[in-house]
């Protein structure tokens, strides 16, 4: 017999859709914010000059390297030089170092553990000021390093530097903001939403170049169809391995109330093949962005002789070049082990199974559990970390062989992309599921009071 659950879904409908009037003002609420953060993609920065900047971003003999991968996650905005040009990169750095420090330093252990919702305001607004610091950081690296090149700068100097510092950190934190508002007033993760917008955004453009380098002749159609049909299995096994999980048996025992005996019932534990979600590939690719961007800033600047390695380094952090893979895929493995024990603890979900009674047939209740959630989970997330680094690897490797722009159109940004709007679609069902409830609710409540009104219940006597 199916669930509650399963019979609403089974009943939802445009009908339903066109009732959840909660639903539409969160849509259209997401839709906005989502609608002001394109148009701050094509604000360019006081003092830069638009059309030379857009030629020495796309010069074929510049190494712009992870430049690209930025270009992507803020939608075109560093090829405009916009005021978004920083993106949400510094917030998702910022993430990472606090998330890393709660594991290690222990008075923000404490607040992530006891401190409960206070504590993770608490951590949220560590975050908030990291990245007042990161994108501090990062735009005033920028402004000086395009202080110093010619024909880029209406007028270069210390004005430049301050408005384009003020401009591109203001940019990240209302970005930050904007992500916070859709998280608790849209549908789905506004971070994540932004950065789905940013890659869309570029898709059409990018599908468009590789059918120009096609009719150019420049790549032959047969590749062409190998490429898509690539992408069209990649986004496949996406949704298979996302949706993939192994559900844990949990019995509970029968007990006695009064003549009869209850309870007895199963239920499963879900645990999913990628729990980390998208947020490996996210954190990999802001925390390599900083370090090559300082280097290659540096590498045709006069350096000491004892520097003479930095361009060697900086030549190696390119898209496609074995260094890189190899440090952006052993960062994905990385975070997908650190974020998995962030987001799943085995001992506490022990913990509460043995206090509600449940158990896992065959393995004792409380560490023994414990200690085989933790081996469940291990194995998965070996298979979830394979999964991730495969889909993001192989195909922008094969792409970036062949000079089809890899950072657009490869595994990272078809696994976010997906992934993303497995989420939001998935968030929408439950404001539909959560709004058909509340209807039969309301039909059950007056059933209810036209059978009490049918019952004969006299009205009190007029004096």
């Not at 539409?24 to 006081?46: E, Q």
């Not at 930095?310 to 952090?317: C, E």
């Not at 599921?433 to 004969?456: D, F, M, N, P, V």
Request: include cysteine.
């Amino acid at each position: 017999m199916a669930s509650a659950a399963e019979q609403l879904a089974a009943n939802m409908n445009m009908g339903s859709f066109a009732k959840a009037t909660e639903l539409h003002k969160r849509l259209l609420f997401t839709i906005m914010a989502l609608l002001i953060y394109r148009i701050g993609t094509y604000v360019p920065v006081p003092g830069i000059n638009s059309e030379a900047f857009l030629a020495f971003f796309q010069n074929p003999d510049s190494q712009r390297g992870v430049l690209d991968m930025v270009n992507m996650f803020s939608g075109g905005a560093v090829e405009r030089f916009a005021v978004f040009a920083l993106n949400v990169m510094p917030y998702i750095s910022a993430s990472i170092i606090v998330q890393l420090m709660g594991a290690v330093y222990p008075p923000w252990e404490k607040l992530k553990k006891e401190g409960g919702e206070s504590g993770r305001k608490q951590l949220n607004q560590y975050t908030r000021y990291l990245t007042v610091v990161l994108a501090l950081f990062q735009s005033t690296g920028i402004a000086f390093g395009l202080n110093a090149q010619p024909n880029l700068i209406d007028q270069p100097g210390l004005f430049f530097i301050v408005s384009t510092v003020t401009v591109l950190t203001g940019g990240t934190m209302f970005l930050m903001w904007l992500g916070e508002q859709v998280t608790a007033r849209g549908v789905g993760n506004g971070i994540s939403l932004i950065i789905f917008a940013g890659i869309v955004a570029v898709l059409p453009g990018t599908v468009a170049r590789m059918f120009g380098l096609a009719q150019q002749g420049q790549i032959s159609a047969f590749t062409l169809l190998f490429f898509a049909a690539m992408a069209i299995g990649v986004v496949v096994f996406i949704v298979f391995m996302e949706r993939a999980q192994r559900r844990l048996l949990i019995q509970y025992p029968k007990r006695q109330e009064g003549n009869r005996m209850a309870g007895g019932e199963r239920s499963f534990l879900p645990l999913k093949v990628n729990t980390a979600g998208v947020i490996p590939p996210i954190f990999a690719s802001s925390l390599l962005m900083l370090p090559t961007t300082v280097a290659q800033m540096t590498a045709n600047a006069d350096l000491p002789s004892w520097m003479g390695w930095l361009p060697l380094v900086t030549a190696q952090m390119q898209h496609g070049q074995p260094v890189f893979m190899l440090l952006y895929g052993a960062l994905i493995i990385f975070f997908c082990f650190f974020y998995t024990s962030i987001t799943f603890n085995p001992e506490d979900t022990a913990e509460n199974l043995r206090k509600y009674g449940g158990f896992l047939p065959g393995i004792r209740p409380g560490k023994r559990t414990a200690e085989y959630l933790d081996y469940v989970l291990t194995r998965l997330t070996v298979i979830g970390a394979a999964y991730i680094t495969a889909v993001c690897l192989l195909p922008e490797l094969m792409m970036a062989n062949s000079g089809m722009g890899a950072a657009v159109i490869g595994g990272t940004s078809i696994l976010i992309v997906v992934s993303v709007t497995m989420d939001t679609v998935a968030q929408i069902q439950s404001q539909l599921l959560a709004h058909q409830y509340e209807g039969l609710i309301k039909k059950a409540k007056l059933r209810g009071r036209g059978k009490t009104s049918g019952k004969g219940v006299t009205a009190p006597a007029r004096r």
